[in-house]
């Protein structure tokens, strides 16, 4: 990206995108527009072991989509950039529910975990990458990784600071502050957005934005 002196810069989410990724601890209303993902669908418990391998496959393919510039496959109107925050949209299974659960096992739990790409990525240079990566660093769920172009619309966020257990008080002024705005939940599921590392942050300073779609 070029600034107003025709000097390249850096593209950093953090400074020109803070609205969508940096919002207070307090429920706002936001449209969220298209934006391409790399992303992988799954199910189970987030604490297991097996999550970090989707987690990993997901920064391995980000970051060699940063680095093409030096490595290849190189792309038309590339431009420097920090890397996204890994995302998530949350859900139950039909079983729970079926079952009207509301405390339920994490086991229950899907979810389809995404990093926001650059808006010169394609379907194609995607894949292009994809197969790089399958054979210098090969691992079986790269497959699995899909291209998609997501758009939300009309969202309720919050900046939620706290261990993930104790969403819920979060998501509840959230629906409170909807029905105020004379909205309603959309669907079942909601959006997180990870700010910090949780293998490097205690629980109670972790930083999560909390989204979910209005209407």
Not at 94 to 104: D, M
Request: hydrophobic share 35%; charged share 30%.
């Amino acid at each position: 990206m070029i600034d107003k002196t025709g000097s390249y810069m850096k593209h950093e989410w953090k400074k020109s995108e803070k609205k969508f990724y940096l919002p207070k601890n307090r429920p706002e209303i936001i449209v969220i527009p298209k934006f391409k993902f790399l992303s992988i669908k799954g199910r189970g418990n987030p604490n297991a072991s097996f999550f970090s391998e989707y987690i990993g496959v997901l920064y391995s393919l980000s970051y060699a989509v940063k680095m093409s510039s030096r490595t290849g496959p190189f792309i038309d109107h590339y431009y420097d950039y920090t890397v996204y925050p890994l995302e998530g949209v949350w859900d139950i299974d039909e079983i729970s529910k079926a079952k009207g659960i509301k405390s339920f096992d994490k086991n229950s739990l899907v979810f389809n975990i995404m990093i926001r790409q650059p808006e010169f990525v394609s379907e194609e240079f995607a894949n292009e990458i994809k197969e790089r990566i399958k054979v210098k660093k090969p691992h079986e769920l790269l497959d699995a990784v899909k291209f998609e172009i997501l758009e939300e619309g009309t969202c309720v966020q919050m900046l939620h600071q706290g261990s993930y257990d104790d969403e819920p008080e979060s998501f509840s002024q959230m629906e409170s502050f909807a029905k105020e705005q004379n909205l309603r939940r959309k669907y079942h599921n909601h959006r997180e957005i990870y700010l910090s590392d949780a293998r490097k942050t205690v629980p109670e300073k972790l930083k999560t934005v909390l989204r979910f779609q209005v209407e």
